[in-house]
């Protein structure tokens, strides 16, 4: 079984080593800062967040993230409490305060853990779905994904997310196998787990719910429900309704917004975003209340109808799939309901699904059919290469054709999230993350096929499983040799190391300075430090009246800006007149023979590292009153 299995465990030490290779990179991602923050926060040392990391604990998604690496970061003491490492949580605190790398570390590779185990879950999941041949090449496939492999490396969301979506399609195989009340159990409580992560998880309850319609079918038309002639069971849905509706109503008409309004403006009023929110939850209460009446309806009026959604409703199967996702959601994410109605606006009003973009730029929505090609023909493409792409593709309309009920508990998730991320009001590059381990699989089905076409007639089995090999190793090449480009670079100096070096020696102690984001970690202690996401949300004469001295910007901030600057045209404004008006005093600039190039680092592939950094003087009070300033 072990020399069995060897093949397998091999293309697992690849996909860990793949990201392991320059994880302990100089700078955090953005969002390592809110994970480990939140860890710290509620570990043994129990430091407040600060800077650019967890200003709102309620609003981040990844709370699961936050937990685990809490555990973690707690266990990290207590071995280093039993080695003498720590004398004390005061000790382990001031570790953290003072040089926090290895506590990012920590969560780095809990993140490649998360990555290698999704290659593992791949390739039961395809094997259970095709063959053995068939999941050794979809996960040696995804070993290779430069955007599973570089995104493995932050502490974020994405990768977790996609590890517990996979976990989740095969246990809901296990339930169409079985029928077994404790895979719906199991299934529940993966799924809590990867709303938790991302509430895009969600679309993972719908998995369960036709996992359960494949398997019971004859359950669910069955004639012998003891509810099916009970007239209040049958009119709950009507009466529920009504109530919603007028509820819905009264609460709008009676001007009762703060019951459903998660805070006021500084003027005691709601702003207008708030009151699209309050009327958002008015129309959805009352859509609800018309659905529900309906349902009522149909339950009374058609018999087929009736027996259908009372066996839905009272399966003992799936009432215990759907109370373990509750349980676990609860366990994982109780944030979610202590703040509620906080968690609940930013879930509807966050710019990815109803709000407008005034965060983000060049992120904006181009509609759906352009998001569909935007993604086609960037990270679904450059994430594993154009040859997978068009595999995928071929290996899908090979499932299609061979189409079993197990294809459609499989697609569920992928379509759905697809779809999704197409109508999005935003767009990002790591939102097709949950998509790769699928392409990897069609992909591979799409190269087993065709090696079992011409391997029959020609070729004897050993020469095709030898075959087999050389066709995937050749597959995976060109990702590969991305991803050791892309690590070999996180092994040398950041741009944003050097900025802080630089300031620290060149710049004199308790200057003002203003920071855009990823310009560098500049010691507030030393200077008075402002952090923005960009210095552009205030005019450059805010800064100059303020008696700012200095302003660092980063290309990752201010070419993003000025390509859209008919959506964020103040922001724009600003980096032109820093630009023409300020002094430049020191420009960093990243290393051309790095991969990827610097031009194409943050524009083309959304990554953070070694940014052009400039250094600007704007307020040398003797030159400025004189009207000198350059």
């Known amino acids: 079984m072990r020399r069995k299995n060897g093949v397998l465990y091999l293309i697992i030490l690849f996909a860990l080593a793949l990201r392991l290779y320059g994880i302990n990179y100089d700078v955090p991602h953005p969002d390592d800062y809110t994970t480990v923050q939140g860890a710290m926060y509620f570990g043994p040392a129990h430091i407040p967040p600060t800077g650019y990391g967890l200003d709102n604990l309620h609003s981040w998604p990844g709370v699961t993230l936050v937990y685990f690496l809490t555990v973690l970061s707690t266990l990290y003491f207590f071995i280093g409490k ?3 490492f720590f004398s004390s949580v005061e000790s382990f605190g001031k570790l953290y305060l003072s040089d926090p790398s290895s506590f990012y570390l920590i969560g780095h590779i809990m993140s490649a853990l998360f990555g290698a185990a999704t290659v593992l879950i791949l390739y039961f999941v395809a094997k259970r779905l095709y063959n053995r041949e068939i999941g050794l090449m979809a996960s040696l496939f995804l070993s290779g994904s430069f955007i599973h492999s570089f995104h493995s490396q932050f502490i974020r969301p994405d990768v977790p997310t996609t ?8 246990c809901c195989l296990l339930i169409l196998e079985t029928k077994a009340r404790k895979y719906y159990i199991y299934t529940g409580i993966v799924i809590g787990m990867a709303i938790a992560t991302k509430f895009t998880g969600g679309v993972l309850v719908l998995t369960l719910i036709i996992s359960y319609f494949l398997a019971e079918r004859d359950e669910l038309f069955s004639k012998k429900n003891k509810f099916a002639e009970n007239n209040f069971i049958l009119f709950m849905p009507i009466i529920f309704g009504l109530i919603l509706i007028v509820a819905s109503i009264l609460s709008y008409a009676l001007d009762l917004p703060g019951l459903i309004a998660v805070h006021y403006s500084s003027t005691g009023k709601l702003d207008l975003t708030q009151q699209a929110f309050v009327l958002f939850l008015v129309k959805a209460g009352v859509g609800i209340g018309i659905a ?5 309806l149909i339950l009374i009026f058609f ?23 509750i349980i676990s959601f609860a366990v994982f994410d109780p944030i979610f309901f202590v703040k509620f109605k906080q968690q609940l606006y930013m879930f509807i009003y966050m710019p990815t699904f109803m709000g407008e973009n005034t965060i983000w730029p ?10 569909f090609l935007w993604y086609l023909k960037g990270s679904l493409r450059w994430g594993s290469g154009i040859h997978m792409e068009i595999m995928a593709i071929l290996g899908l309309l090979i499932a299609f054709y061979q189409w079993k009920k197990e294809d459609t508990v499989t697609l569920i998730f992928p379509a759905l999230s697809f779809i999704a991320i197409c109508f999005g009001s935003l767009r990002f590059e790591r939102w097709v993350i949950p998509l790769m381990p699928f392409m990897a699989m069609y992909a591979a089905l799409f190269l087993y096929v065709s090696i079992e076409k011409i391997g029959s007639k ?17 597959v995976i090449l060109p990702s590969t040799y991305n991803i050791l480009r892309y690590d070999y670079m996180l092994t040398h100096k950041d741009t944003r190391v050097m900025s802080k070096e630089w300031v620290e020696k060149n710049i004199p102690k308790g200057s003002r300075i203003g920071q855009d984001a990823y310009t560098g970690e500049i010691s507030d202690t030393l ?16 800064y100059v009246q303020n008696k700012y001295q200095y302003l660092m910007v980063s290309d990752t901030q201010y070419k993003r800006f000025l390509e859209d600057a008919r959506r964020f045209p103040e922001n724009a404004e600003f980096y032109k007149t820093l630009f023409s008006r300020g002094e430049l005093i020191k420009q960093i ?21 070694s940014p052009e950094i400039r250094i600007y003087r704007i307020n040398d009070n003797t030159d400025f009153h004189k009207g000198k300033l350059s």
């Open 292 to 296: 529900s009446i309906i349902a009522g």
């Open 589 to 609: 600039n990243p290393r051309q023979d790095l991969w990827p190039k610097p031009e194409d680092r943050f524009s083309k592939y959304h990554i953070h590292f």
């Open 527 to 542: 200077f008075d430090i402002t952090k923005k996401y960009s210095l552009g949300d205030e005019s450059f004469e805010y």
């Open 362 to 371: 060049n992120q904006s929505s181009l509609g759906p059919w352009n998001n």
């Open 303 to 325: 018999p087929m109808a009736r027996y259908f959604g009372l066996n839905l409703l009272t399966s003992k199967n799936l009432i215990s799939g759907i109370a373990a996702v």
């Open 458 to 474: 020609y070729l004897p089995s050993r020469s095709k499983s030898i075959l087999f090999a050389i066709a995937s190793i050749i």
């Open 163 to 170: 590890f517990f979506a996979l976990l989740t399609i095969l």
């Open 82 to 84: 039993l080695t003498g």
